[in-house]
């Protein structure tokens, strides 16, 4: 079982409504750290890509997604995510108002004052953090790494670019890892991430 932390996403609320860098630049250049702020379209790409991989119709994946304002949403794997972007930011500010969304009575999405630190000691996986200033790797070792451990995390930063701030200081110690010779975006790192962990359960 693999699990998938977001860290740090880039999807905060102002008086109900999801902040939107489109929409709320001048509200968002007063805020601090304004450049990893107001991009809910980042965690709708990250949802979309990992509840519709092959590793999820397995089910073989788990998904968290922890908000630049120290909140947790656990995702269901069931969850199907609202292909527009309209439509997902709509249902995250529902999500917002109700603190959980239900179906048939099963909960698909429930949102709650987290820190990261908090998340990860629950989770209880051996965690390796996506980071573009770790240890250089090739995907294959990755594969050979996700194969060893059976219940492996990865965190991921949710935001659009530069380092985490990780302010709960959860990311102390964990192994960092960098993929490709570049610094990539979260999504163009995710799916690298989905490849290596199907291939790895194979």
């Not at 309209?86 to 999500?95: A, I, N, S």
């Not at 917002?96 to 969304?101: A, D, L, N, P, V």
């Not at 059976?150 to 200081?169: R, V």
Request: charged residues 30%.
């Amino acid at each position: 079982m693999l699990t998938i932390v977001f860290a740090e996403t880039s999807l905060e609320f102002f008086k109900g409504r999801a902040i939107d860098a489109n929409d709320d630049w001048k509200a968002l250049s007063r805020y601090e750290n304004k450049d990893k702020r107001g991009r809910p379209d980042i965690a709708h790409d990250l949802l979309k890509m990992s509840l519709d991989s092959e590793l999820n119709k397995r089910g073989e994946l788990r998904v968290f997604m922890h908000t630049y304002d120290e909140r947790v949403i656990a995702i269901s794997g069931e969850w199907r995510v609202p292909r527009s972007y309209k439509r997902f930011v709509g249902l995250m500010e529902d999500l917002e108002r109700k603190g959980r969304i239900e179906t048939d009575g099963k909960t698909l999405l429930k949102i709650e004052s987290k820190t990261l630190k908090q998340l990860l000691s629950e989770l209880k996986a051996d965690f390796i953090v996506m980071d573009a200033a770790g240890k250089k790797t090739k995907l294959k070792a990755l594969v050979t790494l996700l194969a060893k451990k059976a219940d492996t995390g990865i965190i991921l930063g949710g935001f659009p670019h530069g380092a985490f701030l990780d302010k709960s200081k959860a990311l102390e110690g964990l192994p960092r890892v960098a993929l490709g010779g570049v610094e990539l975006t979260a999504p163009a790192v995710l799916a690298k991430v989905l490849t290596c962990a199907e291939m790895a359960s194979e």
